[in-house]
């Protein structure tokens, strides 16, 4: 137990430092545990297999086989010597019989293609799946981060207050200023700790809703790798427009991929139901055999004479005839081709034909559901990012101005040239100005991920 505790302390560091999560690692933990996303992958995997299954459906044949066991009493016909026999009869019949669609309308080629157009869509639904956990991952992460962010923003004001509260004590001592002045920043002093204490528990809202979005308990351990974001680097791309942001998210968003795809399998549903009037050809054969129990041969014989001059051999004695033996003499083989033609069937393939047209507009007005909805959203998201740029470079001028300010200020209230209740005023404005530009600042970044997402960009803090 001794040796066991310093080697404890000596890993500490280690297992704490294994529990720091980037976004990278949040995003990917979201993407393996994300039920959702288990969801569409195993619905992609019954697509996989549904493929699999129209390949074998269409290149291999139908083979079954069958067995009998039949035991009669009474007056029953041997069907193996046609005679009758009074008493029990027992029988077994075997057969293999096998069969393989040659020319179908071509339905089973089409149905590959549909097959493999509803995998494309499966997959496609799974990755927007994926790129919508990502999506929230990220905003979820970005939270965490300005909320600590926020957090060293109120350390650093406490940081401040608690060196101006011991240079006042002095001053205040001296009979420089009077006490009113150090009971209010004493008063400072307190609603700084209630700004700490605030910017804490908005830290462990945030946390507790990534790791709901993570699956992960809320009991758990769990400490972020916070990013260095420079806000000199943060910028609007001008240059980019509407219409070649729009372009790229037709490209590469999953969602029309998926309802391209799906057009695609309607389409060919269309043409499995015109196949159904097409005439189809089958080739087919079976073979089987039979065994009973009242099959046998004679072993010994009498010989009479008709008229006493022609002779007549009796079978006198009887053996039952081997299995073996039986399932060779009775061994049948057939093959065959046949030749259907639809004719009537009740109206049922013209209603199926006219069902799969009419799904097929289905699918196309789906189609441009999800593009009039990709448009409003690559609309939203360009106007969010240029906005949010416009808004975070007038929150940092903003915050610079106040940061001026303060600095010049406190100048003058060491100097006694400035009242407590300006300097605090002016202060409580740096650090409204300094919060804003945090929120701006971490808004434009998750919008500008947003607007890289469109254009099928990775997301990344680096």
Known sequence: MKLLLPLFFLLLPFFSNAQA?????CIQYALDNNISVKQAQLQKKISEKQVTQSYLSTFLPSIDASASYNISVGNSVNMFTYSVIEGSLQTITGNIQASMPIFTGLQQIYGIQKSKSDLAAAT????????????????SFLNVVLAKEILKVAEKQLQLTLEQVSATEKRVHSGSLPESA?????AQKARNEVDITNA?????????????????????GFELETPMVNAATLSFDSSQSFNSIFKAALATQPSIKAAEARIQSALTSVKISRGAFSPTISVFGSLGSNFSDQTKRPTAFDTTYIGGIFPQVVPKDYKLVPFGDQLKQSLRKMAGISLNIPILGKGQRFTNEQVSRIQLESKKLEFENK???LNQQVTEAFTNARAASQSF?????????????????????DNGMLSQFDFEKIRTNMVIAESQMLQSKYTFVFKQKVLDFYQGKKITLE
């Open 21 to 25: 999560w980037n976004l990278e690692k």
């Open 124 to 139: 496609f639904d799974a990755e927007d799946i994926k790129n919508n956990a990502v999506l929230a991952v990220t905003s």
């Open 182 to 186: 150090l009971l209010e920043l004493q």
């Open 200 to 220: 804490m528990n908005q830290i462990d809202l945030s946390v507790v809703s990534l790791k709901n979005l993570l699956l992960i308990p809320a009991e758990s």
């Open 371 to 373: 593009r009039n909805q």
């Open 393 to 413: 470079k007038s929150s940092l001028k903003s915050y610079d101005a106040a940061k001026q300010s303060y600095e010049a200020s406190k100048a003058r209230f």
